[in-house]
């Protein structure tokens, strides 16, 4: 099974990405969190997308395709994969095909996440992550609170609140998608693997891309 995920920042992207892994027994591939991991190794790759990040910005075409080129090549990846944040752009997507034409592989579905926008800013504003890097698990100080206040659940350590979620910075990661990502519905809309859901309860949300695939 191979899966693109498209959505806006706070669309629930990750969520949905990990439960479709648990129930299809594929690997996630998240682009940001691939990036981030390279921020924090210091790598050359990282050096270059970190400023972009903060900001709220896209990471240069160039930088994240070099990436994704080489982890849809791992190992195990060969049991299948969904695209968490890649592609961002029309020219990642066209770049995407190329991969799969390359590598002989076929998509399985493109499925949009529909967030209305109030429900996106507040997501994402109140949105804290493990600040461990081999967990990165994802809370919600309003919906999915830790136990213990600051603390995460699974390996005790500290939550912080991502540089990229402040607010302007949030704020600006909106107007990006709706410039450079949005036009990937349209993009793929031709695809008969391309279908729209609902994605303001994970549970709803999951039961309708079921009853599609
Ligand atoms: P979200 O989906 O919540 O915006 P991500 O974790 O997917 O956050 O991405 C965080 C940041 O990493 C983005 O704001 C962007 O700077 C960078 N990034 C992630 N994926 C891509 C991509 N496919 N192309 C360009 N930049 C990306
Ligand atoms: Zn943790």
Redesign the pocket.
């Known amino acids: 099974m191979r899966i693109i995920l498209l959505?806006?920042?706070?669309?629930g992207?990750?969520t949905i990405s990990s439960l479709l892994v648990d129930k299809f027994g594929i690997v996630q591939l998240?682009?940001?969190?691939?990036?981030?991991t390279e921020v924090k190794r210091g790598s050359e790759t990282g050096k270059k997308?970190e400023e972009?990040?903060?900001?709220?910005?896209?990471?240069?075409?160039n930088?994240?395709l070099d990436s994704?080129r080489i982890r849809l090549n791992d190992d195990d990846c060969a049991k299948g994969f969904i695209l968490?944040?890649?592609?961002?752009?029309v020219v990642?997507a066209d770049s995407l095909k190329q991969m799969f034409a390359d590598m002989a592989l076929v998509l399985n579905a493109v499925i949009n996440l529909e967030v209305p926008e109030e429900i996106l800013l507040r997501r994402?504003t109140s949105r804290r992550t493990c600040s461990n890097t081999d967990c990165q698990a994802i809370y919600n100080i309003h919906t999915k609170p830790p136990k213990t206040a600051n603390k995460c659940d699974l390996c005790g350590n500290a939550l912080i609140q991502?540089d990229?979620?402040t607010e302007d910075v949030i704020k600006n990661?909106l107007i990006?998608?709706k410039e450079k990502t949005q036009p990937l519905i349209k993009y793929y809309s031709a695809y008969s693997q391309f279908f729209s859901v609902p994605c303001i309860d994970a549970k709803e949300c999951m039961e309708a891309i079921q009853k599609k695939l």
């Not at 998240?30 to 981030?36: F, K, Q």
């Not at 972009?52 to 075409?61: I, T």
């Open positions: 959505g806006a920042p706070g669309a992207k990750g998240s682009s940001g969190d691939l990036l981030r997308a972009f990040m903060n900001n709220g910005a896209l990471v240069p075409d930088i994240i994704m968490d944040g890649f592609p961002r752009t990642q994402l991502r990229d979620e990661r990006v998608y």
